[in-house]
Structures are given as C-alpha cells and as structure tokens.
C-alpha cells in the first residue's frame, strides 16, 4: 500500500510530462504551416533556382526562438506567481517587484543591444542573450527564497531585452525583399506561440507540488536549443559589408538566396547605401538626418501605441472575464486562457499570410481600426456589468465598503463583494473589506473570510469583477480584440522597425524603438491599476479606444508602405515630408 501511494506522483508526473510533450509537439506541428506561406523550400543552389533556400528557413526559426522566449516569459509569469506567492509569502510589493523586474531590465538591455550589435555584430548579441536566458531559467527555477527570484527575474529580462532587440534586426537584414516581411513576422509568431505554450504549461504544472519550478526552469531548454543552432548560423551579411568583410558576405548570401540571385548586384547595392556612412551612426547623427529622423519618429510612435491601445489591460482582465461568465474551477480557467492565447497565436498566422499581400500599413491600419471597435465593445460591456451589477442586500459595517450594489463596491480597491448562489438569483450578497495579505482572494470577515467555504463553492468573493449574465458579450470582445490586434498591431511595429532604417543607423534606431516599447510597457503597468480606480474598468478601456484611434489616424497620415522596397532605398522613401497620398505610394526605385 506504502508502494503504491510513494508511486502515485512519478505517475502523475509522467502523465504531465506527457502532456505538455503533446501540446509542444502539437505547437511545433503548427510552425510547420509556416512553409504554406513562403515558396516551395530548395537548397541553396537548390538546382531549379527559385525555390526559397533551406538555410534561410533555419535562420528564421533558431532567431524567432528568442521570440517564444520572449512570449513564454510573458506568459508564465502570471501562473508561476500564483503559487510562488503562496510559497514564498510574498508581500503585493515583492509581487510587483518581481514581476516589473523583468520589464525594467528588458528596457536597460536594449538600450545597451544597439552599440553592442553595431561594434560586435548581431550573431553574438543573440547568442548571448541565449546564455542570459539560459542562466536566468536556472535561477528562477531552483530559486530558494524570494531575493534569488529577483535576481533570475532581472537576469532572464536582460536576455529578453537583448533579443527582442536583436532578433528582428537580424532577420531583417538577412531576409530577401520579396520574404523580408513574412519571416521578420516569423519572430510574432514564435512570441505569441511562447504565450500560448506557457498558458498549457502553467496548466499542466498548476497541481503538481512546486510546479512554478517547472514553469520557469523549463525555459531554459528552448535557450538551449537556439544558443546550439545559432552557433552555427551565420553573421548578417550588411553587417559584414559595413565591417568591409565583402567575401565573408558573399558566402552568407549564396548560402542564403536562391541559386539564380544577383549576389553581387545586391552586394553593389548595400555598399553604395553604405558608401557615405561608413562609421555606426550615434544618437547625434541619427537626428542630424531628417529621413532618419522621421523613421525613428514612426519607429517610436508604432511601439508607443503597440503598448497603450490596450493589449497589457486586456489580457490582465481575460481572467475577470472568464470569472464573469461564471466560470469558478481554476483548472477550467486556466485552460479558457490557454483558449484565449490560441486566438492571438493563430491570428499572427493571418498577418504572415497578408503581410506581402496587402503590406504593412494597411495590416496596421486595419488592426487598429478593428481594435478600436473590439474595445468599444469591451468597454460597453464591462459599463453594462458595472450599471447591472446585482445589489448589496447586507449592508456593510465598515465605512470603507458601503455601497449599493456590486459595481460600486468592486470600484474600491480594498472592497471585494462576497455572494451566495448563481448570477440570475443571488441569495446573499455583501460588500466587505478585501484581505490584501491573501492576494484579495477571500474577504477579512463573513461568510468569504472562510477559505474552506470559498473551496467548496459555498460562497464566491468577487475583488475586482462582478457576476454578469450576459458576460458572453466580454468574451466575444476580448475574442474580436485579440483576432484583430494579432496580425497588424502584434508583428507589424517589430517588422516595420526593423527595415526602415539604412544600415548606420539601423542598430541605433532599432535599439531606440524597442526601449520605447518596453518603458510603454512598464508606464502601462505601472499606472494600470490606478486608472481603473479613478476612470472605472470601463472608463479605461474608453481610454484605451480613444487612443487606438488615434494610433488610427496618426498613422493614416504619417506611415508610408515599406513592402517590397529594399533597405537600401528606405531613406529615399522617408526624404518626403509627412503625408497621405504621398505615404501610401509604392515606391519602387
């Protein structure tokens, strides 16, 4: 009996394993679809001349593996800090410090990544960020107190900020025109595909004993995985002709272009765009060139508005989303959010598909536009859970938390509403203080103060949601948001960022626009949660349309289209002053 029941968690152990073996091998499957969208696969060489070469293919996929950790971070975390929170005891300060850490080093990093990837090369900047990575997951996952998942914390979001910065800029300048766009979106995919990954991960580790262990010591295999492809994949060969490696360059390009390229006309091509830059261009050059200056404009203002048109706040809430629709099993949820990561994965499939079809601005324009409408319906939605909400029939006996009906009552970020029975006939509801020291998962007195009732499903304390009927109309909001924002608004600032630069300013640029995207990222986190106290939830997704409008019509203005035409010619297309008609023509010099 003894025997049996020591067996009982190698077993269940295995079963996970497997598990999450299934859905990784399922997901790579996935990536396999990617080949759909480029032409026929051949050899360098590959005989018949116009197939796409296999090594260009390789390179996408070991770069873009800094994109799925980049997106496996994200979206771990928020499951890992469930039960390291509870393990560790961690106060709401070290909660956000840990979380936030990653952000702020990601943003140091790639400041740091643009003078290192001009003076070293990009290769070496990648492989490294695969080392930081790799050690990172180490730490984190053998983490044993608090203060040492900090510092893996830090150390993995160093190596994220390297990569992300690094990455699309060697893809970039690697890439043929005619494929720049779908494998410079290659690393979007790998992103979000990290996030859909680590939604199952955290499902499948949710019951295991110290399953946050394996959630973010797993990371540390994908790491591994691009550090030994990578050391074999070659240096980007712009960076080589900047540097005057010309035959070095050669070599890479017959390696990475079809057999009946122009290898020595594209060469021509990048030294003459070269010819009067052959120095790295500093932070004083770069606004000294008014073409430079404007694409570092734009550059800025995508990632700017990738980050402040709302996706931080609607994926914080898929979960009170999720809640409203009367969903109470944490397992259950927990694979609903693995749903909903599903949908912003297989949407960025759709941007590959349409990227050098209909090309990058009309992506952008499209995303925006349809995610303003995505958080009109969001923010009706949540306004009509909030006007609807189910009244406080006990009266309260603290100040703090008087209020009429639960809408009011979850406004206040030290009042939860604790409720008997389902959403259409509440027996007993009231409005009580939250018990912060518990992460507001339960109330400091009544019914919600007893952990064993809230188990049993007794009772339901509601902190920062209430129970609505028709809920569905969030879940199709938040389905319309995300199957919008995934193929425009997700890839298309990294792919725009990463060709409208010419090579002496590309790094500089690159390395600019990627920190803009990572300190947006932390000033929406960072003042989130106030703006949903002052503005309501639904004022802030009021907020959040009115800005991806303006994103709209910004760059309905001001974004020229960039498919097709080569590196070399973008600062051609950006000598023109800022206009519409002007944005929107092809140029084809």
């Known amino acids: 009996m003894i025997r049996n029941q020591s067996s009982l968690p190698i077993q269940a152990d295995i079963s996970v394993i497997r598990k999450v073996l299934h859905c990784s091998v399922a997901y790579f499957h996935s990536l396999w679809l990617t ?34 950790l980049f997106g496996y971070d994200t979206g771990v975390v928020s499951g890992a800090m469930i039960l390291v929170r509870d393990e560790f005891e961690l106060s709401t300060v070290w909660h956000e410090l840990i979380v936030s850490s990653t952000i702020g080093a990601a943003w140091l990093a790639a400041l740091a990544a ?51 910065m690094s990455v699309p800029v060697y893809l970039s300048e690697s890439s043929p025109a005619d494929l720049r766009g779908r494998i410079t979106v290659t690393n979007n995919i790998f992103i979000t595909g990290g996030q859909l990954i680590a939604s199952v991960i955290c499902g499948a580790f949710s019951k295991v004993p110290q399953g946050w262990r394996y959630m973010l010591g797993l990371a540390a295999l994908p790491s591994v995985v691009q550090l030994m492809g990578f050391a074999f994949m070659p240096e980007s060969p712009r960076w080589l002709i900047l540097k005057g490696r010309l035959e070095e360059a050669r070599q890479v390009l017959q390696k990475i272009r079809p057999a009946d390229a122009d290898i020595d006309g594209e060469v021509e091509a990048i030294m003459d765009a ?35 048109s709302g996706i931080n706040t609607v994926m914080y809430y898929s979960a009170s989303i999720i809640s409203m629709a009367g969903v109470r ?35 952008t324009l499209g995303s925006l536009l349809g ?55 509440i027996t007993n509801s009231s409005c009580v203080a939250a018990d912060h020291s518990a992460f507001n998962e339960m109330s ?30 969030s879940i199709l909001g938040l389905g319309l948001y995300l199957a ?17 630069y010419p090579g002496w300013a590309r790094s500089t640029c690159t390395s600019i626009t990627t920190a803009v995207n990572w300190a947006s990222n932390l ?29 709209f019509l910004t760059f309905y203005f001001i974004l020229p289209e960039t498919r097709g035409v080569p590196l070399e010619n973008m600062e051609r297309l950006f000598s023109k002053p800022f206009c519409s008609r002007q944005r929107r023509e092809r140029t084809n010099t």
């Not at 939860?416 to 006939?425: A, L, Q, T």
């Not at 064993?452 to 209430?466: G, M, N, Q, S």
């Open 35 to 68: 080949q759909y969208f480029f032409p026929a696969m051949g050899t360098r060489g590959g005989g018949s001349g116009g197939g796409t070469p296999a090594a260009i293919i390789l390179l996408a996929v070991f770069s873009a593996i800094g994109g799925f």
């Open 114 to 164: 643009g003078p290192a990837t001009d003076r070293f090369g990009r290769r070496p900047v990648i492989l490294v960020a695969s080392v930081v990575f790799t050690v990172g997951a180490v730490v984190m996952g053998a983490a044993p107190e608090k203060v040492t998942l900090l510092i893996g914390r830090i150390i993995v979001g160093l190596g994220i900020g390297m990569a992300s």
């Open 274 to 308: 070269a010819s009067n830059d052959v120095e790295e261009g500093n932070i004083a050059k770069v606004f000294q060139s008014a073409p430079v200056r404007r694409a570092l404009f734009i550059g800025c203002l995508l990632q700017l508005f990738q980050q402040i």
């Open 329 to 363: 099993d944490q397992s259950q949820a927990i694979w609903l959010a693995a749903a909903t990561s599903s949908v912003n994965f297989f949407g960025t499939f759709i941007g590959l598909w349409l990227v050098e079809r209909v090309g990058r601005r009309s992506l």
């Open 371 to 425: 995610s303003t409408a995505s958080l009109l319906v969001l923010a009706l939605s949540f306004q009509m859970a909030y006007i609807h909400s189910p009244d406080v029939l006990v009266p309260s006996t603290t100040d703090d938390c008087q209020a009429s009906n639960c809408g009011v009552c979850t406004s206040r970020s030290e009042c939860g509403f604790c409720f008997i029975g389902e959403v259409s006939n």
């Open 444 to 473: 400091v007195s009544g019914v919600c103060a007893n952990k064993t009732i809230l188990e049993d499903d007794f009772a339901v304390f509601a902190y920062d949601w209430c129970p609505y009927q028709y809920a569905w109309i």
């Open 484 to 500: 919008f924002f995934s193929p425009g608004m997700g890839p298309m600032p990294w792919t725009i960022n990463s060709e409208i």
């Open 523 to 551: 000033l929406v986190s960072l003042t989130f949660l106030t703006l949903t106290e002052v503005l309501l939830k639904h004022g802030a997704f009021y907020l959040y349309m009115v800005l991806a409008a303006v994103g």
